[in-house]
């Protein structure tokens, strides 16, 4: 085996991880983000269309298929992005591996509540609960 002082930085660090590793969430949050572009856009057109109506009006909106469906993805799209985005300040910022493990479980499990959460609030809206 070569001496580490004879080998260039980038022999060195061959084998001590993937440079692709990140890949897959920075691809999950530009997707999510766009996604949130798309529903947000919709979301602010149908709060304009909706200003002034009252439960019963909002939840007669909820009962057609396509509100109710992009209401539950715009719900999807945004605990999911704020689960990626906090993961990594997480991950950047919490040096102690107990506490970022147990920070990054508790969001996640945050995350998984709320947005269960504003499902079945839409579901028990679309419905007529």
Not at 83 to 107: N, P, R
């Amino acid at each position: 085996m070569a001496d580490q002082r004879l080998r260039s930085p980038l022999g060195r660090a061959i084998g001590l991880g993937s440079a692709k590793e990140g890949v897959g969430h920075w691809w999950a949050q530009r997707v999510s983000a766009v996604a949130l572009i798309l529903l947000g856009l919709w979301f602010a057109a149908s709060l304009v269309a909706l200003a002034g109506a009252d439960r019963a009006a909002v939840a007669a909106w909820l009962h057609h298929p396509l509100p109710a469906i992009l209401a539950i993805l715009m719900l999807v799209a945004v605990f999911y992005h704020a689960a990626l985005g906090l993961q990594v300040v997480i991950e950047d910022y919490v040096h102690s591996e107990w506490l970022k493990l147990s920070s990054l479980v508790a969001m996640r499990l945050i995350s998984i509540a709320l947005a269960v959460a504003g499902i079945f609030a839409v579901l028990r809206l679309a419905f007529g609960g």
